[in-house]
């Protein structure tokens, strides 16, 4: 049998995964196919990046995994590292709102309360916005929608107080998007199917959520987890399992011809490719421009995607005298602050902070304020320190500070996002049999959701091969 070639174009958490699970999938069945995996820049891992600087291990993308989300679990178990496995410090976080800190309510879910005693415990919602929250409790279920934007859903089952001060932040924050343009059916179904299910999200939460285990509540563990050395060491040990030869870096993809028996991939150095099937795990906006003869694509052009900067200072700890218990806190939009979030890494994560040292990162980047990301480092750190002095008495300058910025990075599943996908998936397996779309910008955002793509593609790639 003619061996049969796979290109993985794309070296982020999606590629690597997916080329892993292909090339373990490949020896465990023994089938005569080859892996090979492009990359466009110098480096491996997309938005993961650790940097190691006077003794801080500092994340330039995302810092954790969602621990409850097996399949970056299991990749972590499959490549010997649990070992490595550190866990996050639990703590009092925060919503800024009105410029004021106050603590996140217990008893709730993305934000969400899952019964009335946190509600109306809370001091982020006056009275007022209490008793409309209370409406879901008794408002008829919505009719059955196509799909609708999150801020359309939960203003129509709570009111517009409890979604700006407490549901906005959260999810707003966790996509970098508009909360009344990302489609709910896309990013959180489970609020639609409790509410179709249950005719109110709080009874469904309450109906759903797991009780809280008495026997831990003196010694919580943290929701997410890293590894010792920074998440990093995923990227580098996924690479160290792929077979020697298997990756290219710095070597873009320019162009994708489909041939009659298969791919052609033009490389800008000059090289040409060939391959029986082609993975695209890059951003969606590279798409049509590589395969620019085929305008159903152009589809992906409308797709948004969100810049956004962090900004990570360290301090010696006699430099903040005015210190807060908690492991970070998130802004409203009815406070006048240019920084979205604020995690006191320091706390969160204690083992990347030498002692008697203060490491804070800040985000920048809301939808309506893009042109921020563009700063200079001297104009984003002064903002972001002028922010962060309206909550805490920083005395002195930083030890020093690390930009990151990312350039249209995070995708936005606006409202239509999955009928828009399948229909582009749809027309790639009619007039491009064997290039499949995955990453980020398609079926999650998150690496544990990224990492599922990847594998499941490797199976797809396998199915369809052995036809």
């Given at each position: 049998?003619?061996?049969?070639?796979?290109?993985?174009?794309?070296?982020?958490?999606?590629?690597?995964?997916?080329?892993?699970?292909?090339?373990?999938?490949?020896?465990?069945?023994?089938?005569?196919?080859?892996?090979?995996?492009?990359?466009?820049?110098?480096?491996?891992?997309?938005?993961?990046?650790?940097?190691?600087?006077?003794?801080?291990?500092?994340?330039?993308?995302?810092?954790?995994?969602?621990?409850?989300?097996?399949?970056?679990?299991?990749?972590?178990?499959?490549?010997?590292?649990?070992?490595?496995?550190?866990?996050?410090?639990?703590?009092?976080?925060?919503?800024?709102?009105?410029?004021?800190?106050?603590?996140?309510?217990?008893?709730?879910?993305?934000?969400?309360?899952?019964?009335?005693?946190?509600?109306?415990s809370s001091n982020l919602i006056s009275a007022k916005g209490k008793?409309?929250?209370?409406?879901?409790?008794?408002?008829?279920?919505?009719?059955?929608?196509?799909?609708?934007?999150?801020?359309?859903?939960?203003?129509?089952?709570?009111?517009?107080?409890?979604?700006?001060?407490?549901?906005?932040?959260?999810?707003?924050?966790?996509?970098?998007?508009?909360?009344?343009?990302?489609?709910?059916?896309?990013?959180?179904?489970?609020?639609?199917?409790?509410?179709?299910?249950?005719?109110?999200?709080?009874?469904?939460?309450?109906?759903?959520?797991?009780?809280?285990?008495?026997?831990?509540?003196?010694?919580?563990?943290?929701?997410?987890?890293?590894?010792?050395?920074?998440?990093?060491?995923?990227?580098?040990?996924?690479?160290?399992?792929?077979?020697?030869?298997?990756?290219?870096?710095?070597?873009?993809?320019d162009h994708v011809e489909k041939k009659d028996n298969g791919y052609?991939?033009?490389?800008?150095?000059?090289?040409?490719?060939?391959?029986?099937?082609?993975?695209?795990?890059?951003?969606?906006?590279?798409?049509?421009?590589?395969?620019?003869?085929?305008?159903?694509?152009?589809?992906?052009?409308?797709?948004?995607?969100?810049?956004?900067?962090?900004?990570?200072?360290?301090?010696?700890?006699?430099?903040?005298?005015?210190?807060?218990?908690?492991?970070?806190?998130?802004?409203?939009?009815?406070?006048?602050?240019?920084?979205?979030?604020?995690?006191?890494?320091?706390?969160?994560?204690?083992?990347?902070?030498?002692?008697?040292?203060?490491?804070?990162?800040?985000?920048?980047?809301?939808?309506?304020?893009?042109?921020?990301?563009?700063?200079?480092?001297?104009?984003?750190?002064?903002?972001?320190?002028?922010?962060?002095?309206?909550?805490?008495?920083?005395?002195?300058?930083?030890?020093?500070?690390?930009?990151?910025?990312?350039?249209?990075?995070?995708?936005?599943?606006?409202?239509?996002?999955?009928?828009?996908?399948?229909?582009?998936?749809?027309?790639?397996?009619?007039?491009?049999?064997?290039?499949?779309?995955?990453?980020?910008?398609?079926?999650?955002?998150?690496?544990?959701?990224?990492?599922?793509?990847?594998?499941?593609?490797?199976?797809?790639?396998?199915?369809?091969?052995?036809?």
């Open positions: 049998m003619a061996r049969k070639n796979i290109v993985v174009v794309g070296g982020g958490i999606t590629g690597l995964t997916a080329a892993y699970y292909l090339q373990k999938e490949i020896k465990e069945k023994r089938l005569p196919y080859d892996v090979k995996l492009v990359e466009a820049s110098n480096r491996l891992g997309g938005k993961i990046k650790t940097m190691k600087r006077d003794g801080f291990t500092i994340e330039q993308g995302p810092d954790s995994l969602l621990a409850r989300k097996q399949p970056a679990v299991k990749l972590v178990e499959e490549l010997g590292l649990q070992d490595q496995i550190v866990r996050n410090a639990t703590g009092q976080s925060y919503i800024l709102v009105k410029n004021k800190l106050h603590k996140m309510p217990k008893g709730t879910f993305m934000g969400i309360p899952k019964n009335i005693r946190p509600l109306l008793g409309r929250a209370l409406v879901d409790l008794v408002l008829p279920r919505g009719k059955e929608a196509a799909d609708q934007s999150l801020g359309v859903f939960f203003r129509r089952r709570f009111g517009n107080e409890l979604l700006i001060n407490q549901i906005d932040p959260l999810l707003s924050g966790i996509h970098s998007g508009d909360i009344d343009e990302m489609s709910l059916k896309a990013t959180y179904p489970i609020f639609y199917k409790l509410e179709q299910e249950y005719g109110s999200v709080m009874k469904g939460l309450k109906k759903t959520m797991p009780k809280p285990d008495k026997s831990k509540e003196k010694n919580p563990t943290g929701a997410f987890f890293s590894l010792e050395n920074g998440l990093e060491t995923l990227i580098d040990s996924l690479a160290e399992k792929l077979d020697e030869d298997t990756v290219t870096v710095s070597n873009p993809v052609h991939l033009l490389l800008s150095n000059g090289d040409v490719e060939k391959a029986d099937v082609v993975i695209m795990a890059t951003p969606h906006f590279t798409v049509p421009r590589l395969f620019s003869q085929y305008d159903f694509f152009k589809t992906l052009d409308d797709m948004p995607a969100t810049s956004t900067a962090n900004v990570v200072l360290a301090f010696d700890q006699s430099a903040i005298k005015k210190d807060i218990d908690g492991t970070g806190f998130l802004v409203s939009k009815s406070s006048n602050y240019r920084i979205t979030a604020c995690t006191w890494t320091h706390k969160k994560w204690p083992i990347t902070t030498p002692d008697g040292k203060i490491l804070l990162r800040c985000y920048v980047g809301r939808p309506n304020d893009q042109s921020v990301v563009d700063m200079t480092d001297a104009e984003l750190t002064e903002i972001v320190l002028k922010d962060l002095k309206k909550t805490m008495k920083i005395t002195s300058d930083p030890e020093f500070s690390v930009i990151t910025r990312w350039k249209n990075a995070r995708p936005q599943y606006t409202v239509g996002h999955l009928e828009r996908i399948t229909a582009v998936r749809n027309q790639t397996r009619k007039y491009l049999p064997g290039t499949f779309l995955t990453g980020s910008s398609y079926d999650g955002v998150g690496i544990p959701d990224c990492i599922d793509q990847g594998e499941k593609t490797a199976h797809e790639v396998v199915e369809f091969l052995r036809g």
